[in-house]
């Protein structure tokens, strides 16, 4: 099962590698659009009714070594209910057909006390934990730990009123230990703190009660109502499966341009239609090398790919600006497949994949997206992840004219042999920015710095400084990048299949009140024999009373069946 982690977070753990295993049970083996927030479980389940007290638990497998910054490749393995967070020392820890070194669990559902006022929480962990309350971390320590570190935070709550709480924590071999306990407002200055009891957790999140995870936020034609509950009340199809409703499959996106890469020698061609086609440097390749053997949206084929290699870039002159949008809503999309390795060390380790720029400095440029970000931090002016960065993060820099700045994403593009979807989507209207990795969604506020829209050209792969060089550039392979004015809704990307079939019309026969497949003598005898009464079942005009537009309906229908 292809776990998308809940966009209303804010947080993503990181990519899948793998084939999954499946829970037991029905709720822990959801069919095909019951599980909306990912976790393993059918939603109609999440509730204290159906599973008891306590969090949903999310277990994992890293698929290497933790690389720098403690973000991990994952293989989903079972999904359980939790009591609590409090293991220390527990023979069933973790739990069975999870390894005992390299996993990953991620705890959601709501906390709820029977006391007002400040509460004390403290955690321990060996090794990285983190808790996130109502969508903002409390607690953020996602690195190595011996466990003898405590982590402190206050959060206010009311009684009796739930608080949506989501917690993660990675082992990294060596003990595992994790627990999170807290000091309520009722307790004496020197009372210790204690467990946080089951009853106080739940696994619902559906605070707003429409009966769907408040996780579920895509609703993907904006009416207000989440396209979890459309599809679940019937109120939208959905003929093809794919969780999305019908009506809002046939989005076609305001695609400014669409590099596919399909040839040898590489032609940068623009496959939009828009004729923007791009200017190549000679070290810049075809490689057979391809992300799918074809478009999951499109069902077009896709031949292979452009490879960089630390050198070389593509530009579009851009001589009409179209793509001067960095003060508008906009998406880039890509398949990619790094190779190098991220690192904080220097701004060399700074990987491009585009930006729209003149030679006049960064403090002018529209955006640049980094792949991975390197030292970007060092640069200045940076909002997101606040630290334990490795340089694999996923990035976007602006210019307003006086500064540059970066939103540092928590999900990463890591070296390794799979290719990665990634998406950045600029939301002006909301002032945010939804970063993507598979499927995985993290959002971030624009600081309200503003932005300039960018002149110069469209470069792909790389840096250009002030004076025109080039540097920091790519190192791996594009494929399949497309940029997009708005924001394009996780439904409609490349990576995504959206091939409406319509529904089959229902097998209506009114009239056949014998169902012998036709309507004949026998149906009109029984129409007749009711005639001036209510009789619902022969009543085919909706209105009170077998009369004459109930003939009239019948003989016009008369007939086999359709």
């Not at 669990?105 to 090794?127: F, I, K, N, Q």
């Not at 207000?224 to 809002?248: H, K, R, Y």
């Not at 960018?454 to 004076?467: E, K």
Request: proline share 5%.
């Amino acid at each position: 099962m292809d776990i998308r982690f809940a966009t209303m977070t804010g947080l993503v753990l990181a990519s899948f590698c793998g084939a999954s295993l499946s829970g037991q049970g029905d709720c822990f083996s959801p069919g095909p659009c019951e599980d909306f927030d990912g976790n393993g479980v059918t939603d109609a389940c999440q509730n204290v009714a159906t599973l008891g007290n306590g969090l949903i638990g999310m277990y994992y497998r890293s698929c290497d070594s933790a690389p720098p910054g403690g973000e991990y490749r994952l293989q989903y393995l079972l999904s359980k209910i939790d009591a609590n967070i409090d293991f220390e020392s527990d023979p069933d820890f973790p739990p069975a057909g999870v390894p005992s070194d390299h996993f990953v669990v991620r705890w959601t559902g709501t906390l709820t006390s029977d006391e007002t006022g400040a509460h004390e929480l403290r955690a321990r962990s060996d090794d990285g934990f983190r808790l996130m309350i109502n969508g903002e971390y409390v607690i953020e320590d996602w690195a190595d730990s011996s466990g003898s570190d405590q982590l402190l935070a206050t959060i206010e709550l009311e009684a009796g009123v739930p608080v949506m709480i989501l917690a993660d924590y990675y082992e990294n071999g060596g003990s595992d230990f994790c627990e999170i306990k807290w000091r309520k407002p009722s307790a004496g200055e020197d009372d210790d703190y204690v467990a946080i009891p089951s009853s106080a957790f739940a696994p619902s999140t559906d605070i707003d009660g429409d009966g769907y995870p408040d996780h579920d936020v895509e609703d993907c034609n904006g009416d207000g109502m989440s396209d979890a509950v459309e599809i679940g009340t019937g109120l939208a199809q959905d003929c093809d499966g794919n969780c999305v409703p019908d009506d809002c499959d046939p989005l076609e996106p305001d695609v400014l341009a669409w590099y596919r890469f399909q040839s040898n020698p590489l032609l940068v061609i623009d496959s939009s239609g828009n004729d923007r086609h791009l200017i190549g440097s000679d070290d810049i390749v075809f490689s057979v090398d391809r992300a799918v053997s074809s478009i999951p949206r499109t069902g077009e084929p896709n031949f292979g790919s452009a490879a960089f290699r630390n050198s070389g870039h593509l530009r579009y002159p851009d001589p009409d600006g179209v793509f001067a949008i960095g003060d508008q809503s906009f998406t880039v999309e890509a398949w990619i497949r790094i190779d190098g390795e991220g690192s904080t060390d220097s701004a060399d380790q700074r990987q491009y994949l585009l930006q729209k720029k003149n030679a006049s400095g960064d403090v002018n440029a529209g955006f640049q997206i980094l792949a991975q970000c390197g030292n970007i931090a060092a640069a200045g002016n940076w909002y997101g992840k606040p630290g334990n960065r490795g340089g694999n993060e996923l990035a976007i820099r602006f210019g307003n004219g006086s500064i540059s700045y970066t939103l540092i994403s928590r999900l990463q593009l890591l070296k390794c042999a799979d290719w990665q979807h990634m998406s950045i989507a600029v939301d002006q209207e909301n002032q945010r920015v939804r970063f993507e990795v598979n499927g995985d969604i993290e959002w971030q506020d624009l600081p309200g710095l503003g932005h300039v829209p960018g002149q110069g050209a469209l470069r792909i792969g790389a840096h250009s400084t002030s004076s025109g060089a080039i540097d920091q550039e790519f190192d791996g392979n594009i494929d399949e990048l497309r940029l997009i004015r708005g924001v394009l809704p996780m439904h409609a990307m490349l990576d995504r299949t959206t091939s409406v079939e319509d529904c089959p019309p229902a097998e209506d026969c009114s009239g056949d009140y014998d169902e012998n497949g036709s309507i004949d003598g026998a149906d009109l005898s029984r129409l007749l024999g009711s005639w001036g009464t209510d009789d619902p079942v022969v009543d085919l005009d909706g209105q009170p009373g077998v009369d004459g537009a109930d003939l009239a309906f019948l003989l016009g229908v008369w007939g086999a069946c359709p």
